[in-house]
């Protein structure tokens, strides 16, 4: 079935660390992998996205990697900071539709 | 900033009232995608509208519908609401052209927080 698995669902890291958060999928014919951070009270927001014509897609200290062959992507968060501390949520695409993991909850301590 | 706006942005109804969300999609989007965020949980999508079509559903009952306007605008109904239809209801707009099979890239609105008591 359509389904995607992230983990952990909760992330305590100190300033400065870097941060990992994996999903799975399991539709091989997904080809769109976004990611998006929720604040509190507030819309999710578009962090970045990766196709299936690439690996690895890096935008300033955000980075995500894809491997279709495993059905697993991960978002990578180098030198955290405070304000990085949110929700975030993976999504796969199922069609015409995006299929979000459960979320992981980011706490980066000061 | 995203150019998607939602009304009402809070809203409290009581178990089988109806209620109509509204979605305004960013400039140069035509197709509007609704999703229901349940507390601590990742969105579901409901449906997606394309060219005033619905284009799509998720596993939600028929008492939620939709429409799409000429002006890419949206409204989420749900009929006869119940406790669980507790939630924030998101819609979500994206650019996409041409064919209707391929998913592009969704930008939240700030979504409506309902209750039903």
């Known amino acids: 079935g359509e389904n995607v698995e992230q983990h952990p669902s909760t992330l305590s890291v100190q300033e400065g660390d870097s941060a990992v958060i994996k999903c799975t999928y399991s539709?091989?014919?997904?080809?769109?992998f976004p990611w998006y951070k929720q604040e509190l009270g507030k819309r999710p927001q578009l962090i970045i996205d990766i196709r299936s014509n690439v690996g690895e897609k890096k935008d300033q200290r955000i980075a995500v990697t894809l491997n279709k062959t495993a059905k697993h992507f991960s978002l990578h968060i180098t030198e955290t900071q405070p304000e990085d501390s949110a929700v975030y949520f993976c999504a796969a695409e199922y069609g015409n539709k995006l299929v979000f993991g459960a979320g992981t909850i980011l706490r980066v301590k000061s | 900033e995203t150019g998607v706006t939602q009304s009402p942005t809070h809203l409290i109804k009581t178990r089988g009232q109806q209620v109509t969300l509204r979605c305004s999609s960013q400039s140069g989007h035509n197709t509007v995608s609704w999703y229901q965020q349940a507390l601590g949980q990742g969105p579901q999508f409901i449906f997606q509208y394309y060219r005033e079509e619905e284009n799509g559903r998720g596993n939600f009952p028929p008492r939620f519908s939709g429409l799409q306007f000429p002006n890419y605008s949206s409204e989420l109904n749900v009929n006869a609401l119940e406790l669980d239809d507790s939630a924030l209801y998101l819609c979500a707009s994206s650019p996409l052209a041409g064919g209707a099979d391929r998913t592009d890239t969704q930008y939240f609105g700030p979504g409506t927080r309902l209750t039903v008591l």
């Open positions: 539709d091989s014919a997904s080809n769109y």
